[in-house]
């Protein structure tokens, strides 16, 4: 769209540039969660192609891009997308079958709508030749009955819905002849009917049965009043009574437009219901209010009106207000949409509140004043909240990621010619959205690798005994402050020989190394490792696994692998909650503080001089009668000047394994904002941030992981050197 028909649309909206171009955006953002839904539909839609629902949240996806994409100015989109939304329909009434070949088109078309939307100006540069291909192979797909009402009639029924969106609640009064019984018509078959559109209170009214020694029994005595909620329209309810219309008394009004939200308490009275239904007067009801009674009680007593029909008027009003309830709560509870910047700046401003919150109760500390203390206090509270609050809205549960890998293992499993389920769980666990953001590589090239190097083909598991159809399980759980994120596949499993053979051809480790299978599986993470012989699309180029290692490591976390040769591989990933602000453990060493994650910290012991000491090239110390090797910091930091005589050491529990950590002093649990050191740190091992203590002085965030693999490494060199 050029700059004149932009402002020309634009002013058709009654809208300025600037308004105009936020709309288009936000179609954008929209649209893309859309075709994120519509994408995991398509691929339910394929495991179950008789479940309607699933067609309808198809066709309404369809539909919505459509309407908002011709507003908004994406005209390519909308036309497109209506003649998706067509074909959807016929789908909808049955007179066109689900199957593989419709799922493939329409998840190639969906392809094509988020490239005409992700860049709207190279949208028009696609190729016409595509896009007609897409459509000409979806009318291959529709039945020749059904053709000529599809996607050639585009000008006609562009506009047309045939089932509306929005729920709106009726009152029906039928009212049937005294003969309609001598016509063949069963009132009862007509009701049935009328509960199918949708969710339906039914009253009978008995009144005018007359007493058993003048009652006709082939007569017809008997009326109903119904409250309907439908989305099928007021032409569904009509058809309904079409053939007794003539005879019988039907009167159709809307009592919820399923829009207006007003006071529920403000819906209509009694009195007014039944004025409505003409089940009584104005001088009727003029009489009755007169009285100190309850106006239905006074219109019973006195004989106006049945005690079914005031039931009838109350269940309206009751299922009226609990409509108006549930709307208002819906309303009230609706998500706002606010950009990832504006929230990124605000939790960087809380950040800040929690470091001078930090001073403010270092400050208090130090001057004995006891109102400064309460006001310390006080400001901690609201800042401690305030935290909670805006780490919250950060949150988004990480099922969000796992929907998106179910195309991806679908589309990889037939280009390998293997069989493949992807089983998801725990995707209400919410993770920060920019652990998020930086997750969804390393998880898809685990996913890949799992079925590349695990999943073996159909024929071959057959013959090992295993199903024709593999498995990648993948899940998340919360553990303390972290998430546990697993992938687990029952393909072929790690040969540990393989890894070993490939990991000395590449001089990893000498060719004499004694190594376990914990220490064996680690090195696939290397840099160009990998154990295909061959490059493919998929594998052979030794980067999917390194590039898992590179992120879980910038994020904070740990990777720990698991298998056999034959039974599967198991990858579990433990991730921070979040990477803006973490509790952290303040210890200091020679005058300068550190802190660690308090997460991983188990307990606290003093360093005696009857601990064992060095051996192996580890240190040892003897824990309640359990040997833990632990690190001296002040080492491994190179920090100079003699440690007091009385040391202390953090107990590390690491991957289910318990490391010291020795530290001069331990100050306790610490409140740490994550502050990123800047390009001229960035490979500095050991240090994964920074944070600013209340005195205005800088602790450096060490990366405990980090810490142990270079210890780890350093005694595998002491220990080859030993025995050179």
Known sequence: MNKMEHDQLARTYGMNRMEYDQLAETFQVEALELLAE??????ELEQSPGNSETVSSIFRAFHTMKGSGAMSGFDEVSQFTHHIETVYDLVRKGETPVDSSLIDLTLKASDLIREMIVSPKSSQEISCDRKEGILASFRKLIPESAR???????????????????QITYRICFRPSQNIFLDGTNPLLLLNELRGLGECIIVINNDAIPDIYTINPEACYTSWDAILTTNQGIDAIKDVFIFVEGESEIRIDVIDDGEHSFDMYEYKKIGEILLDKRDISIEDLQRALGG???LGEVLVEEGIVSPTKVEAALLEQEKVREILKNRQKNEAISNIRVSSQKLDTLVNLVGELVTVQSRLNQTSSNRIDPELVSIAEEVGRLTGELREITMEMRMLPVGTTFSTFKRLVRDLSRELGKEVELITDGGETELDKTVIEKLNDPLMHLIRNSIDHGIELPEDREKAGKKRKGTVHLSAEHSGDHVMITIMDDGAGLDKDIIRTRAVERGMIPPDAELTEKEIFPLIFAPGFTTSDNVTSVSGRGVGMDVVKRAVDFLGGSIAISGSKGTGTTISLNLPLTMAIIEGFLI????????????????????????????GGMYMANVRGHIVPYVRLREKLKIDGMAPAVEQIVIINFNNTKIGLVVDHV????????KNLGKFFRDIEGVSGATILGDGTVALILDVPKLIELSEREEVIMASAKCS
Do not use: H, W
């Open 588 to 615: 200091k060493i020679a005058g300068e503080y550190f802190v660690l994650p308090l997460m991983l910290v188990e307990e606290c012991v003093e360093l005696t001089g009857k601990d064992p000491g060095q051996s």
């Open 292 to 294: 100190k009674k309850r």
């Open 148 to 166: 000529n009402k599809t996607l050639q009639d585009n000008s006609g029924q562009q506009g047309k819905e045939p089932v509306q969106e929005k």
């Open 38 to 43: 519509l994408e995991a539909s398509l691929l």
């Open 667 to 674: 100050v306790g649990g610490y409140q740490t904002v994550i």
